[in-house]
C-alpha cells in the first residue's frame, strides 16, 4: 500500500512531463497546497470550538451522565464486560463522542477503550468479539451532529451546512445497524464454529 501510495504521485509527475503539461502541473500543486492550508484552518477554528465544548461536557460531568444513559446499550452491545467498569465507561464516552460529530475527541478514547478491553479480557494478540465490535462502532460512527462534514461544508462556502442533518441521521442508523448486525452474526458463527471444534 506504501508502495503504491508513493508511485501515484510521480507517475502523476512522470505523465505531466511526457505531455509537456508542466506548467499546468506546477500551478496544480501550488493551489492544492494553498487550499489545504486554508481548509485547515478554517476547519480548526470549528474543531477547536467542539473539542472545547466536549471539554466542558466533560469537566461538568455531563458526558459521565450521557455516558451512564448509554451504559444499557453498552451491555447489550458487549458480551460479559463489567458494567460500570473502566472499559465499559471509555466505550460509552467514545460512543458519546462519535454521536456529537467529534472523530478527534473519540479517537483517543477509542484507543483507551481498546487497551481497557485488552486488560479486562485478558487478550493476547488476537482480538476478541468486544474489540471488533467497538471498531465496527468507530467504523461505522453514528452521528447525531456531523461537526466535521459541517465544518467542511462551510469551508467550501456552503449557505446551510447542517441541511445534511437528515440524511447523515438515516446513513449513519443504517450503517450502524448493517455494521452491528454483520459483527454479531460473525461473532455468533465464531462461537459456534469453536464449541464444535472443542467438542
Given at each position: 500500500m506504501?508502495?503504491?501510495?508513493?508511485?501515484?504521485?510521480?507517475?502523476?509527475?512522470?505523465?505531466?512531463?511526457?505531455?509537456?503539461?508542466?506548467?499546468?502541473?506546477?500551478?496544480?500543486?501550488?493551489?492544492?497546497?494553498?487550499?489545504?492550508?486554508?481548509?485547515?484552518?478554517?476547519?480548526?477554528?470549528?474543531?477547536?470550538?467542539?473539542?472545547?465544548?466536549?471539554k466542558?461536557?466533560?469537566?461538568?460531568?455531563?458526558?459521565?451522565?450521557?455516558?451512564?444513559?448509554?451504559?444499557?446499550v453498552?451491555?447489550?452491545l458487549?458480551?460479559?464486560?463489567?458494567?460500570?467498569?473502566?472499559?465499559?465507561q471509555?466505550?460509552?464516552?467514545?460512543?458519546?463522542?462519535?454521536?456529537?460529530?467529534?472523530?478527534?475527541?473519540?479517537?483517543?478514547?477509542?484507543?483507551?477503550?481498546m487497551?481497557?478491553?485488552?486488560?479486562?479480557?485478558?487478550?493476547?494478540d488476537t482480538?476478541?468479539?468486544?474489540?471488533?465490535?467497538?471498531?465496527?462502532l468507530?467504523?461505522?460512527?453514528?452521528?447525531?451532529i456531523?461537526?466535521?462534514?459541517a465544518a467542511?461544508?462551510?469551508?467550501?462556502?456552503?449557505?446551510?451546512?447542517?441541511?445534511?442533518?437528515?440524511?447523515?441521521?438515516?446513513?449513519?442508523?443504517?450503517?450502524?445497524?448493517?455494521?452491528i448486525?454483520?459483527?454479531?452474526?460473525?461473532?455468533?458463527?465464531?462461537?459456534?464454529?469453536?464449541?464444535?471444534?472443542?467438542s
Open positions: 506504501n508502495v503504491f501510495v508513493g508511485a501515484l504521485p510521480l507517475l502523476a509527475v512522470i505523465y505531466g512531463i511526457i505531455n509537456g503539461r508542466t506548467a499546468e502541473m506546477s500551478a496544480a500543486v501550488l493551489e492544492g497546497a494553498g487550499s489545504a492550508v486554508e481548509l485547515i484552518l478554517s476547519l480548526c477554528g470549528v474543531m477547536c470550538l467542539w473539542c472545547g465544548v466536549m466542558v461536557a466533560e469537566k461538568s460531568g455531563i458526558v459521565a451522565k450521557v455516558a451512564g444513559l448509554l451504559s444499557p453498552v451491555g447489550v458487549f458480551r460479559g464486560i463489567k458494567k460500570g467498569g473502566r472499559a465499559s471509555l466505550i460509552a464516552m467514545n460512543i458519546t463522542a462519535n454521536l456529537l460529530g467529534l472523530g478527534n475527541a473519540s479517537t483517543p478514547l477509542g484507543l483507551s477503550a487497551q481497557a478491553l485488552k486488560e479486562e479480557e485478558q487478550s493476547t482480538a476478541t468479539d468486544n474489540m471488533v465490535m467497538l471498531t465496527v468507530n467504523t461505522a460512527s453514528l452521528q447525531l456531523p461537526t466535521t462534514a467542511l461544508r462551510a469551508a467550501h462556502g456552503a449557505a446551510r451546512p447542517m441541511e445534511i442533518l437528515p440524511s447523515v441521521w438515516i446513513v449513519s442508523v443504517y450503517s450502524a445497524a448493517v455494521a448486525g454483520a459483527a454479531k452474526l460473525m461473532a455468533y458463527i465464531g462461537r459456534r464454529r469453536k464449541r464444535h471444534v472443542d
